[in-house]
């Protein structure tokens, strides 16, 4: 395998691990029926902030590859 695999390897990895990380934090109100220290997930505007960071992402990497490739 060349360095240019490698690289994609560990960052298709990397992606696919943190896809299924789970995030939480502690409200103003517990959501488990009263457990204070209950673990809530975040889960409010979360998914448009995702999509436009995956956006932006997919965007990027379209101008350097057509920048790389002018043809």
Request: with cysteine; net charge positive; charged share 15%.
């Amino acid at each position: 395998m060349n360095g240019g695999m490698k690289k994609r390897i560990v960052l298709t990895s990397l992606f696919l691990i943190a896809n299924v990380a789970v995030l939480f934090a502690q409200g103003a109100l517990p959501c488990n029926d009263g457990d204070i220290d209950a673990a809530c997930p975040i889960d409010s505007w979360v998914i448009v902030l995702a999509a436009g960071a995956l956006l932006l992402t997919i965007l990027h990497l379209y101008r350097a590859r057509k920048a790389e490739n002018p043809a």
